[in-house]
């Protein structure tokens, strides 16, 4: 991969870490109206993705989506107007941080069902290929979706109709406090293509390169109109499942599993690699985060100074007779 892209993955790697972080420590203050799942720690997984797709490529997330929306180019002031409920909001300040939209980017909006955007992705792959078309739908969820029989029914159609269509499963062990070996018989989620009959592969959600090139085959693949593949991206959340908390030692996630993932830092691995290779510099690294930061303050600005919804207008866009 060239260095701009390389660069560029780095770049929102840590776009994605420091707007969190801000987000975690602004939401103290009770000004951010709506709950809030971050992925501090899974960053690779939609950077790595992300940086092949085109502009009108689709992609579906869930209420974990605030990184997915900046990989795939949402605009980051309309996301932090939508955490704060204003009417400047990606979804006009009604949907909150769970339901990220941007139709320019591709992101016809995200959905809290878990398993529920799977369906839907696998749609928007069905109307590429009547149309004939080469754009290319990525869905994004999460291991807790693959209990669900949306997931099955959507890989099975999906592999019937050889639709352009990549499943990413980002692994973190957990459905909030259950892991994942209480739900499912086996650790195998990435086995269930082969019985569909797609390709199906295991990687490591933390190492971007790794992600970058299984995502790129995958895409090209449904560009040339070969059908879709599941990717398990195995990673893992910093934070506790919902809002600000640390639930580590709390008697569901263990200190030392914890320890370990955050050693596997995917932006210290990323940023080791890239400086190794000579394309990142301390002074690179520092202009990167010095830009970074005046973004989110400018996007943070922006959402505190817009207007919030009035009440007499809660019954708009409600469609109902
Ligand atoms: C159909 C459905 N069942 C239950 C819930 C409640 N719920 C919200 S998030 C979540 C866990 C999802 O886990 P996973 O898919 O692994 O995603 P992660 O939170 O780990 O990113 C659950 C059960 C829901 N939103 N939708
Ligand atoms: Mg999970």
Not at 213 to 236: D, Q
Request: aromatic content about 10%.
């Amino acid at each position: 991969m060239e260095e701009g892209k390389l660069l560029e993955m780095y770049r929102t790697m840590r776009l994605i870490r420091l707007i969190e972080q801000r987000i975690n420590d602004e939401y103290k203050y009770d000004e951010i109206k709506t709950p809030i799942h971050l992925s501090i720690g899974q960053e690779a997984v939609a950077a790595g993705v992300c940086i092949h797709l085109r502009k009108d490529d689709y992609v579906f997330g869930t209420h974990r989506g605030h990184a997915l929306y900046i990989a795939k180019g949402g605009d980051i002031r309309k996301m932090i107007a939508e955490l704060y409920l204003r009417k400047t909001g990606c979804a006009l300040g009604r949907g909150g941080s769970m339901h990220l939209v941007d139709t320019d980017v591709g992101i016809l909006g995200f959905t809290a069902i878990v398993g529920g955007n799977i369906p839907l992705g696998t749609g928007t792959a069905l109307v590429s290929k009547l149309q004939n078309n080469d754009r290319v739908t990525v869905v994004f969820f999460g291991d807790g979706a693959a209990d669900e029989g949306t997931f099955h029914e959507s890989l099975n159609f999906a592999a019937l109709k050889k639709l352009p269509v990549v499943y990413v499963c980002e692994n973190n062990y957990y459905a909030i406090n259950s892991h994942q070996l209480a739900r499912q018989a086996d650790d195998n989620i990435y086995r269930w293509a082969e019985n569909y009959g797609m390709p199906g592969f295991r990687i490591d959600g933390n190492d971007v390169m790794m992600v970058s090139e299984y995502a790129r085959k995958a895409i090209e693949r449904c560009r040339n109109g070969a059908g879709p593949t599941l990717i398990e991206c195995v990673t893992y959340r910093w934070k506790g499942h919902i809002g600000t908390v640390e639930d580590v030692g709390e008697g569901y996630r263990p200190r030392d599993e914890y320890e370990y993932w955050v050693s596997k830092c995917p932006l210290k691995w990323y940023s080791d690699f890239l400086k190794a290779k000579g394309v990142l510099t301390d002074e690179l690294l520092q202009s990167i985060d010095e830009e970074i930061n005046s973004l989110i303050e400018e996007a943070f600005e922006f959402a505190q100074n817009s207007p919030k919804p009035s009440p007499d207008e809660l019954l708009e866009y409600v469609y109902a007779d």
